[in-house]
């Protein structure tokens, strides 16, 4: 069965640092896709980014990219130049055979002005 | 373009009493995912509705169950309610067949 690992409960960033969020993923399937999500306090569960398992690329989507490295089954979120709106809690996700998506802990980030 | 609706988006209910969560998924969607998120836990799977079918359930008892709508909105029931269903309730919806997800705002749901 698939499974997300974030290591990271917590953790405090200068403004205008750049930011990694770790993720590890242990999935069978031989074509999968990674998500990262962004949930601020209000609630809502932002979509962030998308890599696909056969992506050749990194994936970026702005200020945010995915540092996917498959031999050793990690999708790390990296956020540039961090800002005070980027505070929030940060979901990784891998979807399984039957189009679920399933969910790591989370990290929950905070920028320092 | 909309994105996902839910309403509403708080509701104060008693033990014992039954809810109803509405969701309404972005225009040309048509499957919808129900969450449980308890306070600061991360997301529980509760169904996952494709072209008006129950396409999936998560570990959770049958007083919670829903069903979706030919126009691909979808509503989630919960009976007999107890004081840990408290939680915000997120749904989801996507393109038959992609994984990508987009989430509505959440209902918070409060059981006193």
């Known amino acids: 069965a698939q499974k997300i690992t974030q290591t990271q409960p917590g953790m405090f960033v200068q403004e205008k640092e750049a930011v990694t969020l770790d993720c590890t993923y242990d999935?069978?399937?031989?074509?999968?896709?990674l998500f990262w999500y962004k949930q601020p306090s209000s609630g809502e569960m932002i979509f962030l980014i998308y890599?696909?398992?056969?992506d050749q690329q990194n994936a970026t989507e702005g200020r945010y990219s995915l540092n996917f490295q498959k031999a050793r089954k990690s999708a790390n979120l990296v956020i540039s130049a961090s800002q005070l709106g980027d505070s929030a809690m940060y979901f990784c996700?891998?979807?399984?055979?039957?189009?679920?998506?399933?969910w790591g802990a989370g990290t929950k980030l905070i920028i320092k002005p | 373009e909309a994105g996902v609706t839910q309403s509403p988006t708080h509701l104060i209910k008693t033990r014992g009493q039954q809810a109803t969560l509405r969701c309404s998924p972005i225009?040309?969607?048509?499957?919808v995912y129900w969450y449980q998120q308890a306070l600061g836990l991360g997301l529980q799977f509760l169904l996952w509705?494709?072209?008006?079918?129950?396409?999936n359930r998560g570990n959770f008892p049958p007083r919670f169950s829903g069903r979706q709508f030919p126009n691909y909105s979808s509503e989630l029931n919960v009976n007999a309610l107890e004081l840990e269903d408290s939680a915000l309730y997120l749904c989801?919806?996507?393109?038959?067949?992609?994984?990508?997800?987009?989430f509505g705002p959440g209902t918070r749901l409060l059981v006193l």
């Open positions: 989801a919806s996507s393109w038959h067949g992609q994984e990508t997800q987009y």
């Open positions: 999935t069978s399937d031989p074509s999968y896709g």
């Open positions: 996700a891998t979807g399984d055979s039957n189009y679920q998506l399933i």
């Open positions: 509705y494709d072209e008006g079918e129950e396409r």
């Open positions: 225009s040309g969607h048509t499957s």
């Open positions: 890599q696909g398992s056969y």
